[in-house]
């Protein structure tokens, strides 16, 4: 490589690196702030497989950034406990054995503090590593620090839909917190409308060098019928209509393992929905029990019930080509974990789509599948998103409990078709002719 060009790549991996140190600051702290309103006991819970105790989360996090980065690239670093290795892998089997998912709130020992000084040791370990980062091992750093902070804000999200779960099933129906936000108003949505859109060839995916998931690439292009789609999404009063009309009940609506699931689950309205003879309909919030508020995006649902919603509106889900088409140029804007709602909130309308980003993600008909071209990273890191791409269905746009700065239009979130505890909600879409 010429001197020149070696130059210029040496400034601007300081420049990256220096932004990254910046980062690794302000998000590993949120994570613990997530978790300051918590009792002790708080952090042990695991009240389903799919949940995990928030003590886990700090931990699992932090084993993250020792893995990764600190030993193989460190002089002399050693693990603050060896044993951390079994306890707080999450599921690189080409790294060492995960202790079982659904034992992780069988953990009563590391202790949270001992859990806490293991975070401690590790950060200034991480500055050890920043401050002086091996020159010929720099690039790899710097990837593996950017894909640790974007684990984390992972983690931050999936904290607060495991809290939530977690405390709804207290017959105390304790809140997170008792100073957040309630419903804004009562008033029904507004008519929903209908966004005409094109289609053609197109091109999808992400697009520049900017960081994003080893599954949110390559870009590619679709081809695409002309479509509309929903000016807003589903909201609960609209919901509500469907419960009304006895939609948990006409199979005729739902796709067979669908129908079978929610038999068998008793499910007669989302997640986190109640009713009250004296109050209505509530909904369990991080907040506590609050009223349901009308014109909010309706969530918690799965992917079935999204789909029986659909049918029964003479429309259908969209796909996440169409979603993201639709949502290219707009501005990553909307309620999100910085604007401390941590609920799904009612919002003015624009004259396009509106409420695309933050507030529920949005179902899409889509399978979580790899793209033409797709490669996963090497080594452990190939585990991240590549070996679930089967079986589970795509969500778009974020959430009231997504960090801002971890979101894009061509990210890819992804659950099983059963799973409700996650802020997922839905948009509408109808093709062009209907």
């Given at each position: 490589m010429p001197?020149?060009?070696?130059?210029?790549?040496?400034?601007?991996?300081?420049?990256?690196?220096?932004?990254?140190?910046?980062?690794?600051?302000?998000?590993?702290?949120?994570?613990?702030?997530?978790?300051?309103?918590?009792a002790i006991e708080d952090h042990v819970l695991q009240s389903m497989p799919d949940v995990s105790p928030p003590k886990?989360?700090?931990?699992?996090?932090?084993?993250?950034?020792?893995?990764?980065?600190?030993?193989?690239?460190?002089?002399?670093?050693?693990?603050?406990?060896?044993?951390?290795?079994?306890?707080?892998n999450s599921y690189y089997v080409t790294h060492s054995q995960p202790f079982p998912r659904a034992e992780r709130g069988s953990l009563s020992r590391p202790t949270v503090a001992e859990v806490l000084n293991y975070r401690q040791q590790?950060?200034?370990?991480?500055?050890?590593?920043?401050?002086?980062?091996?020159?010929?091992?720099?690039?790899?750093?710097?990837?593996?620090?950017?894909?640790?902070?974007?684990?984390?804000?992972?983690?931050?999200?999936?904290?607060?839909?495991?809290?939530?779960?977690?405390?709804?099933?207290?017959?105390?129906?304790?809140?997170?917190?008792?100073?957040?936000?309630?419903?804004?108003?009562?008033q029904?949505?507004?008519?929903?409308?209908?966004?005409?859109?094109?289609?053609?060839?197109?091109?999808?995916?992400h697009s520049d060098e900017a960081f994003a998931f080893d599954c949110e690439r390559p870009r590619h292009r679709v081809f695409l019928e002309p479509f509309r789609l929903a000016n807003r999404p589903v909201s609960n009063a609209d919901y509500l209509s469907f419960?009304?009309?006895?939609?948990y009940n006409r199979a005729e609506l739902?796709?067979?393992?669908?129908?079978?699931?929610?038999?068998?689950?008793?499910w007669q309205a989302p997640l986190y929905w109640r009713h009250d003879d004296d109050r209505g309909w509530l909904q369990f919030t991080l907040g506590g029990l609050q009223p349901?508020?009308?014109?909010?995006?309706?969530?918690?649902?799965?992917?079935?019930?999204?789909d029986a919603y659909a049918r029964w509106s003479e429309a259908r889900l969209p796909t996440e080509a169409e979603w993201e088409v639709a949502a290219q140029g707009l501005p990553i804007t909307g309620n999100?974990?910085?604007?401390?709602r941590l609920r799904p909130m009612a919002s003015p309308l624009k004259a396009g789509p509106s409420q695309m980003f933050g507030d529920v993600w949005e179902w899409t008909a889509s399978a979580f599948r790899p793209y033409p071209g797709f490669r996963p990273l090497d080594g452990s890191l190939g585990e991240y998103n590549g070996k679930f791409m089967c079986g589970q269905m795509v969500l778009r746009g974020g959430c009231c409990v997504t960090p801002r700065s971890h979101m894009r239009a061509s990210y890819r979130n992804f659950f099983y078709p059963h799973m409700r505890w996650a802020f997922s909600g839905m948009r509408l879409a109808r093709d062009a002719q209907e």
């Open positions: 001197a020149e060009a070696r130059r210029d790549d040496d400034a601007g991996h300081t420049a990256a690196l220096a932004q990254l140190r910046e980062r690794f600051r302000q998000v590993r702290p949120a994570s613990a702030a997530i978790c300051a309103p918590l886990w989360h700090l931990a699992h996090v932090t084993w993250f950034f020792e893995t990764f980065l600190l030993l193989p690239y460190l002089p002399g670093y050693r693990c603050v406990d060896a044993r951390y290795d079994h306890l707080f590790v950060n200034l370990a991480m500055e050890q590593l920043l401050d002086h980062p091996p020159q010929d091992h720099l690039p790899q750093i710097l990837q593996r620090l950017e894909l640790g902070l974007q684990h984390e804000q992972q983690h931050q999200e999936l904290l607060l839909m495991d809290i939530q779960y977690n405390f709804s099933l207290n017959p105390l129906q304790p809140a997170y917190r008792q100073d957040l936000a309630t419903a804004q108003t009562t029904p949505p507004a008519p929903l409308r209908w966004l005409e859109h094109p289609g053609g060839l197109l091109e999808f995916g419960i009304l009309d006895g939609g739902w796709l067979a393992d669908g129908w079978a699931y929610a038999r068998q689950a008793g349901l508020e009308a014109g909010a995006p309706v969530c918690h649902l799965s992917f079935y019930e999204a999100f974990l910085e604007q401390d």
